[in-house]
T-cell receptor, first 110, second 108 residues
Framework: DSGVTQTPKHLITATGQRVTLRCSPR?????VYWYQQSLDQGLQFLIQ???????AKGNILERFSAQQFPDLHSELNLSSLELGDSALYFC?????????FGPGTRLLVL | GQQVMQIPQYQHVQEGEDFTTYCNSS?????IQWYKQRPGGHPVFLIQ?????EVKKQKRLTFQFGEAKKNSSLHITATQTTDVGTYFC????????FGSGTKLNVKP
C-alpha cells in the first residue's frame, strides 16, 4: 500500500461524456502527478501539481484538465470522451523525487 | 518526440538466466529512476541514480547510470519467477519522462 488513494477504481461511461477522477496523495506530499497508461503501453505523463499550482505539463489533451485543492487532493477531469481515452489513469505523489503510485482508475469508454 | 527510449520491449527468459534492460536519453538527465510494475499492479519505485557513473545494487538487481548521464541499465542476475513484470526507467529533465518499459516474463 503506497498511501496514495484513487477513486473510483473502475469507471464505465459512453463517448461524449465527462468524468472526474480523484486522487488523495500520501500524507505530507505536496506534489501530485497524473499518468495515462493504455493497454500494454508505457506511462504517459499528463500533468504535475505542486502545492496547488501547476508545475509541469506533459501530453495532456485540451479535453482534459486537472487541479489540486488546498487539502492537496487532486482531480483529473476528462471531457468529450472518446473510445481512445479508455486506459488506466494513475496518480502519484511525492515529497522529493520518489513517486508513489496509487492503484489507478480503470476507465472504459463505450 | 519521446525523450527516453527503453529496450527491449519484451524479454522472455528461463528461470536462472540473467536479464538486462536499457534506457537511453537524447539529452543529459538530472537523475534517473527505475520502477517495477507487476501484472495488474501499479508502478513501484525501485531506485534513483543521480551521479555520473553511479552503480547501485539491490540483492540480485544492479543499476547503472552512464558517465554522460544519458543512459542507464538494470541488470537482474539469476532471474526468478517473482521478477515477472514490466520495468520502467524514468529520466528527469525538468520533468519526468518514462521509458516505454520492458516486459519481463520468466519461465519456471
Amino acid at each position: 500500500d503506497s498511501g496514495v488513494t484513487q477513486t473510483p477504481k473502475h469507471l464505465i461511461t459512453a463517448t461524449g461524456q465527462r468524468v472526474t477522477l480523484r486522487c488523495s496523495p500520501r500524507s505530507g506530499d505536496l506534489s501530485v502527478y497524473w499518468y495515462q497508461q493504455s493497454l500494454d503501453q508505457g506511462l504517459q505523463f499528463l500533468i504535475q501539481y505542486y502545492n496547488g499550482e501547476e508545475r509541469a505539463k506533459g501530453n495532456i489533451l485540451e479535453r482534459f484538465s486537472a487541479q489540486q485543492f488546498p487539502d492537496l487532493h487532486s482531480e483529473l477531469n476528462l471531457s468529450s470522451l472518446e473510445l481512445g481515452d479508455s486506459a488506466l489513469y494513475f496518480c502519484a505523489s511525492s515529497a522529493e523525487e520518489t513517486q508513489y503510485f496509487g492503484p489507478g482508475t480503470r476507465l472504459l469508454v463505450l | 518526440g519521446q525523450q527516453v527510449m527503453q529496450i527491449p520491449q519484451y524479454q522472455h527468459v528461463q528461470e536462472g538466466e540473467d536479464f538486462t534492460t536499457y534506457c537511453n536519453s537524447s539529452t543529459t538527465l538530472s537523475n534517473i529512476q527505475w520502477y517495477k510494475q507487476r501484472p495488474g499492479g501499479h508502478p513501484v519505485f525501485l531506485i534513483q541514480l543521480v551521479k555520473s557513473g553511479e552503480v547501485k545494487k539491490q540483492k540480485r538487481l544492479t543499476f547503472q547510470f552512464g558517465e554522460a548521464k544519458k543512459n542507464s541499465s538494470l541488470h537482474i542476475t539469476a532471474t526468478q519467477t517473482t521478477d515477472v513484470g514490466t520495468y520502467f526507467c524514468a529520466g528527469s529533465i525538468n520533468k519526468f519522462y518514462f521509458g516505454s518499459g520492458t516486459k519481463l516474463n520468466v519461465k519456471p
